[in-house]
């Protein structure tokens, strides 16, 4: 673990936490025999997407990874996971509930957020299952586009436990050609099981 590349985010990143939860998130990840591999460029304002997404696991990986390096994310779950008992610690954690059942304009919802906001962090599973899929759902493709906001791709690699952090991406407005190469930067990504 390298715990000097933890401590230095740049001023612009969203921050979350003290010492403490910096501790405890990065004693956690040596624990879990994690490394963060990367860094969060100093931008005030991204989509963070997560790939692959195969296991529960992944949840707690990432947000002991959050802990680790102090930032603050928002993320969207289905609106069963902010009921009783769990709802106020989905929320703390960041969480936003989405009814999925309903027709919400999730996407332009997400995009008056990002405009409210001097500063955001959004993190989503483009593969919105953990089962497999033959395409990724693009809300956070028309999130960023819309939000005029880059995106930073994020594998959660178990072939080597590393939390492999990319370079920025930025929409061109070519949907299929901008997620093929997203998608591209995560081939030879193992993730905690496969997906069939």
């Given amino acids: 673990m390298r715990a000097a590349r933890l401590t230095e985010l740049g001023s612009e990143i969203p921050r979350s936490g003290g010492l403490i939860s910096r501790a405890v998130g990065r004693l956690l990840l040596r624990a879990l025999r994690w490394r963060i591999d990367g860094e969060i460029p100093n931008v005030p304002k991204f989509v963070l997407i997560v790939v692959p ?16 390096l102090g930032i603050r994310v928002m993320f969207l779950g289905k609106d069963t996971l902010f009921r009783f008992p769990f709802g106020a610690t989905m929320r703390a954690l960041g969480g936003v509930p989405v009814d999925r059942s309903a027709h919400n304009d999730v996407v332009h919802g997400i995009v008056g957020e990002f405009a409210r906001r001097d500063r955001m962090i959004l993190a989503l599973a483009p593969e919105g299952t953990r089962k497999r899929v033959e395409r990724w759902r693009t ?29 920025l991406f930025s929409t061109t407005g070519d949907l299929e050609r901008d997620v093929g190469e997203l998608q591209r930067q995560f081939a030879g990504v193992n993730g905690k099981k496969s997906k069939v």
Avoid: C
Wanted: charged share 10%; glycine share 12%; no cysteine.
């Fill in 53 to 68: 997404h195969t296991s529960n696991w992944d949840f707690v990986v990432g947000v002991v990874a959050k802990w680790a």
């Fill in 139 to 167: 809300g956070f493709y028309h999130i960023a586009r819309g939000a005029s906001v880059p995106i930073l791709p994020v594998a959660l690699n178990y072939g080597v436990r590393a939390i492999q952090i990319g370079a």
